[in-house]
């Protein structure tokens, strides 16, 4: 290990000098913010691919997968590493001792990397390690398993997630042992699985992937390599392993089958889509009695994220109201009273698209913050008249797309709770950050330490306000692996301050009280009721 607060160093395992452009951009980022020096590269002399060659219906089938399903910014493109700004890293050729699937380095080699002392080995290239490579630097060899090493090793990479069905596709950093996809876990993340496409599916979480490492390099400049090696180990208690299946790329009798299963799955789900019009409706639920309460959506348009008010003794509910011919929506609310609803009024409309009211009383004003990311920043409303007049206070986040904005005052903190996308092709639902601030109007909102503070499409995008239980905080989330707005999740706060944060599911809520509603996506509740929207087709 680097002494004496000395930065990381770091080397290169690589078979080229050109690199995926996810890769490349993960280390653009380690220079671009000094996290690390990247002092020199192991370039393979002898690079080739392992085992025999795929069979052809699988290649065949990834040609048009590639060719109908277009991505852009795409992850794949081949960059050269000696154009990243800032790089002078010394090169090392090497030559593997090479069998069908590994790769092992010769006593000579061996004692080339052992003079550059590195703290890390990230490898980019190479195949299966073996052997005393694995032992050099002081914290391991990184490597990425784009899948869930729990429950799938092997690859081909975010393939058998799409043809299998499955609703989520894991990915995770790990330090290399001699066993295939079962070294220390680093970092973990889960996306909802692209149904169609696996050019898709796989594009969007090696994008997000590439910030794994950054992340744990800042995570180590912070709190240190001890506490950072006990903070790992303490999140990986909460996983068990279970029946993870070495999977390999399917010959051609395993390929025609899981295409056709794949064609019927997609030509059932395309039908259901074409034939059913997406609906989404909200719910009151008396806290004493437990009845549901349907609202009946307003002509030509349908409501969702419900919220409610209690203020000088009457209910207030406010939604996003989405008009079907304009394709937008606006923040609308309603008098509740005695269990009915008055008729909607619009009382906030943009030129752009509105969603998720949220709204709170501070400094004597009762505030609302929505939803706008189709405008790239986020908006603090302020009512001049509660609950009908509201005018626009000041704009956070500008040039940032941030989604269901959720905000909590606690230890004399505003805590602001938002997804993101971390990088444009990556996806939305993955990554829950949280900012905070003792100023509403702070122009720069303090970034956790710990941020992403969860990242897992099952449990990261905001479902409604936090609320408190016996003096515990909880947190509504939604889980949206299997499709949006599937179902909703409880997560209790087991530790949250200013430098960490921790959360675990409670509970998961269904909307299962009436048959053909396929989910449900926010959660709010006053002393006297809860609200709550369900989504069908």
């Not at 973990?188 to 599916?201: A, F, G, K, M």
């Amino acid at each position: 290990m680097a002494e004496n607060n000395s930065k990381l160093r770091i080397g290169l395992l690589l078979d080229s000098y050109l690199i995926p452009a996810w890769a490349w951009e993960m280390l653009r980022v380690i220079l671009e913010e000094d996290l690390a020096r990247i002092s020199f590269v192991l370039l393979n002399q002898t690079s080739k691919p392992s085992g025999s060659k795929s069979s052809f219906l699988y290649r065949t089938f990834s040609k048009i997968d590639r060719t109908f399903f277009k991505v852009n910014p795409n992850a794949f493109e081949r960059k050269d590493i000696r154009s990243i700004r800032g790089f002078s890293a010394e090169t090392i050729s090497v030559k593997p001792i090479q069998s069908k699937y590994m790769d092992r380095f010769s006593e000579e080699d061996l004692e080339k990397v052992k003079k550059q002392e590195p703290d890390i080995l990230i490898r980019l290239g190479f195949r299966i390690l073996k052997g005393d490579i694995l032992t050099i630097p002081s914290l391991g060899i990184w490597s990425y398993h784009h899948g869930d090493n729990l429950v799938n090793k092997g690859g081909p990479p975010c393939f058998w997630e799409v043809m299998l069905g499955w609703q989520e596709t894991g990915s995770v950093l790990q330090i290399l042992s001699e066993k295939l996809d079962e070294g220390k876990v680093i970092y973990r993340s889960w996306s909802r699985t692209d149904p169609l496409s696996v050019h898709r599916n796989a594009n969007k979480v090696y994008w997000k992937s590439l910030f794994f490492i950054p992340r744990a390099l800042e995570r180590i400049n912070r709190i240190g390599v001890d506490a950072w090696r006990i903070e790992v180990e303490s999140k990986e208690k909460k996983y068990f392993s279970q029946d993870s299946a070495l999977r390999k790329t399917p010959g051609n009798l395993q390929m025609t089958r899981l295409a056709a299963n794949w064609v019927i799955r997609n030509l059932k789900r395309k039908l259901n889509e074409s034939l059913h019009k997406e609906v989404w409706n909200c719910w009151l639920v008396d806290q004493s009695t437990g009845e549901k309460i349907k609202i009946e959506n307003p002509p030509s348009s349908y409501l969702a994220d419900p919220y409610l008010i209690e203020h000088l003794g009457q209910t207030w509910l406010f939604v996003e109201q989405y008009f079907y011919k304009s394709s937008r929506g606006v923040i609308s609310y309603a008098k509740v009273e005695n269990g009915i609803v008055d008729s909607f009024k619009t009382v906030l409309e943009e030129s752009f698209h509105l969603s998720y009211p949220f709204i709170f009383k501070s400094e004597g004003y009762w505030w609302m913050i929505t939803e706008s990311s189709e405008n790239r920043d986020l908006r603090f409303y302020h009512s001049k008249n509660f609950p009908n007049q509201w005018e626009l206070s000041h704009v956070s986040f500008q040039g940032e797309a941030v989604y269901d904005p959720t905000l909590c005052e606690k230890d004399g903190f505003f805590w602001l709770f938002i997804n993101k996308k971390v990088h444009p092709g990556s996806s939305s639902f993955d990554e829950l950050f949280l900012y905070f601030s003792n100023n509403l109007k702070a122009s720069d909102w303090i970034s956790h330490p710990m941020n992403p503070i969860v990242s897992d499409v099952k449990s990261s995008r905001p479902a409604g306000k936090l609320f408190q239980k016996n003096g515990q905080w909880y947190r509504p989330a939604q889980d949206s692996a299997k499709h949006y707005g599937h179902r909703i999740r409880i997560q209790k706060i087991t530790k949250w301050d200013r430098e960490i944060y921790e959360e675990e599911t409670d509970r998961i809520m269904e909307a299962d009280w009436e048959s053909g509603w396929e989910g449900t996506h926010t959660y709010n509740s006053t002393d006297s009721w809860t609200v709550m929207d369900t989504f069908k087709r």
